[in-house]
C-alpha cells in the first residue's frame, strides 16, 4: 500500500534534522555533492540549489557561480545561513524557505537547478520534477543526486517495508528508476543525458537532463 507524504510533515522532520543533519549525512553523501557540484559548474552561470538544506554545499562552489538555495525547512535553512556567514560566501544571492513542488520563480530563471537527495524526499516527486524543468533554462540542465530503489528482489521488499518509518523522517526508501523515466516521457523538453551511481552501495545515483533549445 502507497505511503503519503505531507509536506507540513516533512518540514516538521527536517527541522528536527537540522541540528545533526550534518553529523550523520554530511560524510555519507560527500561524494554525491561533490559529483554534483562539479556537474553544475560545467555549466555554470545562475544556479539553483533546491533543499540546500544547511548549505554544506555551498563552500564548494566557485565564486564565479551565483547561488539561490531554497528548502522547506526553516531550521535547515537557519544552519545554511550561518554557514554562508561563516565562510564569507558573498556569490550566495538568496536563501529562501520554499515548497519544491511550487517553487516562486518565472520560468527560465536558472542555469542550472541542482537537487540532491531532495526528489525522495517531497510528496509528490513529478510535479518537483515539473518545477526544475519550468524553471532551468533552454540549454540548461537539472542536477540531481538521488536515490534508487530496487526493482526486484530482497531489498526492494525491505524499502517497501520500512517506507512507513521513513516517510515520517522525511524520506522515501522505495523510489523505482522507473518512475524517473514514466515522468521523461511527459516532457517535450526534457532529455537524459547521464546516470551513474554514487556511494554508498550503489543505492543512489547522479542523474543529469538537458532543457532542449525550443
Known sequence: ?????????VATAYDRWAPAYDLFFGRVFRQGRSDAIMAAERIGGEVLEV??????????????????????????????????RAHGLSNVAALRVMDAEALEFDDNSFDVVVAQ?????????ERALDEFARVVRPGGEIVITT?????????????????????????????????????????????LVERRPLPPLGHFSLVRFVKQDG
Do not use: C, N
Open 117 to 125: 537527495y531532495v526528489v525522495t524526499a517531497v510528496p509528490d516527486p
Open 147 to 191: 536515490r534508487v530503489g530496487a526493482d526486484t528482489g530482497v531489498r526492494r521488499h525491505v524499502e517497501r517495508v520500512l517506507m512507513p518509518l521513513t516517510s515520517r523522517l522525511g524520506f522515501r526508501t522505495e523510489f523505482r528508476w522507473r518512475r524517473y523515466l514514466d515522468w521523461l516521457a511527459t516532457q517535450q523538453s526534457i532529455r
Open 1 to 9: 500500500m502507497a505511503v503519503a507524504m505531507r509536506t507540513d510533515r
Open 51 to 84: 533543499g540546500v538544506g544547511t548549505g554544506l554545499s555551498l563552500p564548494q562552489y566557485s565564486s564565479a557561480v551565483r547561488l539561490t538555495g531554497v528548502d522547506i525547512s526553516d531550521g535547515m535553512l537557519a544552519k545554511a545561513q550561518e554557514r554562508v
